[in-house]
């Protein structure tokens, strides 16, 4: 039965709302605008106004004060410039500019203010803060401690990312960046990790369609998108990273954890270089203004793991840029290769070559994340990295040499089976568990002899053993966390008795 | 450069001649009917603004139209900026020489509009008022506005004070949506 309302119960909160109306004269400072066009207007007046503050156009929009000059002031246009005219008059609003943010983010798509854009009801957060505050400092923070799993095996393993850190992922364009991003999301079900994904300059049709993925794997549960899409204007574009950290810090700050994915931050860069020449700023390097280090560095540094009496909360970064040909040497990701705490390097050559996630493992690197890796990883881990780094360096040897001696064609195999055992599937991201068995697996030479193609068959069959047969031993394992010598000893009866019965069945 | 710059540089010599002179008065005076003119005839701004009309040939025509009407100092201040290439700015000239005029004054423009026309002893009540607010001493212009509904909205260069229905209704509307 539908209820009905009621015209009296209307007419009391009207009433009520009338009452509580306070009767202000409406005093507002103001200025006029001398030049308006790309997203920026030349403001005369407004002569008390602050650098970063929110200004109103004759129109309703809002507009961000960016650079105070002698005789005018330049504001960058938050939304479609269209209706603003030259003369109009605009008003101070002495705010800096805010964020809703709260739990009633979670599962919602945002624009860079916080407005609801998916067709859903208006947001309104528990409380606002202020979208570009400062870092927290030395004193609140703790090194990073806590593994963040992103489910992907070759990371996990070698570039280890903690709760709080800052990793880079750079690599051309389609290698499989934005995946990556969303495998580590969709792993974070059920780890109470709160995940923020923004989309700067992309196209309306990728969002939508990573909005489709993720909630068909139920990550939309714990996850909010802030998107600023292509063809929104350049100032919100700019904007965006800033808000959606102010909506992650919400939950660093009430002790839990979060993680932030920044999509991308060459883009971002280029939308705060249109703004900064519009605004006639000293163009420098790529045309770039003198402040772009700043930019991305104070953003970043807003992650952080923060210390147990400060709630022990933690907001994990994971910027993304991309490259044009393989060259990090140019001006945005050298600036962000040396901000972050490492980088995962994707490669064109390795994408094509099947090799996925087409990470190059000499080149990425996590600078915290050792002291995030649980014993058990650390212990299998080890030896991967030298076994891969021989491999390479003997595959390219291999190359020219026509026949080899037995040592070497043994490493030669077991490398070669090690980086099909790094291969993963998009979307499936792997427990932290069956990784180390199958690394261990695969370190130990228990795939040396497995046919090539049929690696990836030992592997399905014994993550499903793992589920049945041998969870006994899965258990345990994620209970301890460190292979003691019982364990091992455990492992490798399993792993033996498990490899016999493959090769058994793949004979009959 | 910017315009404003421009504008300031050439107003500031333009009002220290004309006080070093004791004409500041009427120099004022006959900027503001060149305002008055400009925003009238749009021919006439046309006309200051081509950049194709050489100097010599405007000073003639200058001095057919504004001979009778302006001071001598303020016609050598117009063909001083034709010379220099700066007649373009003398709209913007215009402006700041007032505000520096007013300034020295003691004196503020302000706009006041409202529904219907205000009496005499009205416009001197809201002047009382503003002038103790801003301790200036007020030139009012006054201004009817049959939108606003009720009430008053007193604007200045840098202060806009909205006092009408439509604000208050505005305002309402903004507060009830904000719940």
């Known amino acids: 039965m539908t209820q009905k309302l009621k015209p009296s119960e209307i ?9 509580a109306y306070e009767s202000a004269s409406g005093t507002a400072e103001i200025g006029k605008i001398v030049s308006v066009g790309d997203g920026i207007a030349h403001v005369y007046g407004l002569t008390s106004v602050m650098a970063g503050e929110l200004v109103e156009f004759a129109n309703g929009l809002q507009g961000l004060v960016l650079n105070l000059e002698e005789d005018n002031v330049g504001v960058a246009i938050l939304g479609e410039d269209r ?156 904007l965006a990273p800033y808000a959606a950290t102010a909506m992650a810090e919400y939950y660093r700050d009430s002790g839990r954890h979060a993680l932030i994915i920044y999509d991308d931050l060459t883009k971002q860069a280029q939308a705060y270089r249109q703004m900064s020449l519009l605004l006639r700023r000293p163009p420098g390097r790529e045309a770039y203004p003198g402040d772009i280090f700043y930019l991305h560095s104070r953003l970043l540094e807003r992650a952080a793991k923060l210390r147990d009496d ?30 972050t705490d490492g ?166 | 450069m910017s315009d404003r710059r421009i504008a300031r540089r050439y107003a500031r010599a333009a009002y220290q001649t004309a006080t070093g002179q004791e004409q500041a008065v009427d120099v004022h005076r006959d900027f503001c009917f060149l305002r008055e003119s400009l925003k009238e005839s749009p021919e006439l701004t046309r006309y200051v603004l081509d950049p194709q009309v050489l100097p010599e040939e405007r000073q003639k025509a200058f001095e057919k139209l504004f001979k009778k009407r302006l001071s001598p100092l303020t016609l050598q201040f117009l063909y001083f900026f034709d010379r220099k290439g700066r007649l373009p700015f003398l709209p913007q000239i215009i402006e700041v020489f007032e505000k520096i005029y007013l300034d020295e004054r003691k004196g503020l423009n302000v706009r006041i509009s409202s529904a219907l026309p205000l009496t005499k002893p009205e416009v001197d009540d809201i002047c009382w008022r503003l002038s103790n607010k801003f301790q200036r001493d007020i030139i009012p212009q006054l201004n009817v506005d049959p939108g606003l509904t009720g009430g008053l909205v007193i604007q200045t260069d840098d202060y806009l004070i909205d006092l009408s229905v439509r604000g208050s209704l505005r305002r309402v509307k903004e507060q009830m949506l904000s719940k």
């Open chain 1, 310 to 339: 400060q709630g022990g909360g933690s907001l994990t970064a994971l910027p993304i840029v991309e490259t044009q040909a393989g060259d990090v040497t140019s001006y945005i990701p050298t600036n962000v290769i040396s901000i």
């Open chain 1, 343 to 508: 980088q995962i390097f994707l490669e064109t050559d390795l994408f094509y070559a099947g090799q996925r996630p087409a990470i190059n493992p000499g080149l990425s690197v996590s600078r915290v994340g050792g002291d995030a890796q649980i014993k058990a990883m650390k212990q299998v881990a080890g030896t991967l990295r030298l076994d891969l780094a021989q491999f390479r360096e003997l595959a390219a040897f291999a190359q020219f040499a026509s026949d080899m001696d037995a040592a070497s064609r043994h490493q030669l195999e077991r490398g070669e089976r090690l980086m099909r055992v790094i291969r993963q599937d998009v979307h499936e991201p792997l427990d932290v568990i069956k990784q180390i068995v199958i690394i261990f697996a695969g370190t130990n030479g228990y795939l040396d002899e497995i046919p090539l193609e049929k690696v990836k068959s030992y592997e399905g069959q014994l993550y499903a053993a793992l589920d049945s047969t041998y969870l006994d031993f899965a258990q345990k394992l994620s209970v301890e966390l460190i292979l003691t010598d019982e364990l091992k000893a455990e492992l490798t009866n399993l792993l033996e008795k498990f490899t016999a019965a493959y090769k058994r069945a793949g004979k009959a």
């Open chain 1, 11 to 19: 007419s009391a909160i009207l009433k009520e709302q009338i009452d």
């Open chain 1, 83 to 238: 209706q603003i005219k030259e003369g109009d008059l605009v008003k101070r609003t002495k705010a800096i500019a805010q964020v809703p943010v709260g739990e009633v983010l979670t599962g919602r798509i945002l624009d860079a203010l916080g407005n609801a854009i998916d067709g859903g009801a208006p947001v309104h957060g528990e409380e606002f803060r202020t979208i570009d505050i400062k870092a927290p400092g030395i004193i609140e923070r703790t090194n990073v401690h806590e593994p963040l799993q992103t489910g992907i095996k070759v990371i996990d393993m070698l570039t280890p990312i903690g709760r709080g850190q800052r990793e880079l992922i750079i690599g051309d364009r389609k290698t499989g960046k934005t995946s990556l991003a969303i495998d580590t999301i969709i792993n974070q079900k059920g780890k109470d990790v709160y995940c923020f994904y923004v989309a700067i300059g992309q196209k309306r049709s990728t969002v939508a369609q990573l909005y489709e993925s993720l909630k068909k794997h139920g990550a939309m549960e714990y996850t909010t998108i802030i998107s600023a899409t292509a063809s929104e204007s350049a100032p919100l574009q700019f």
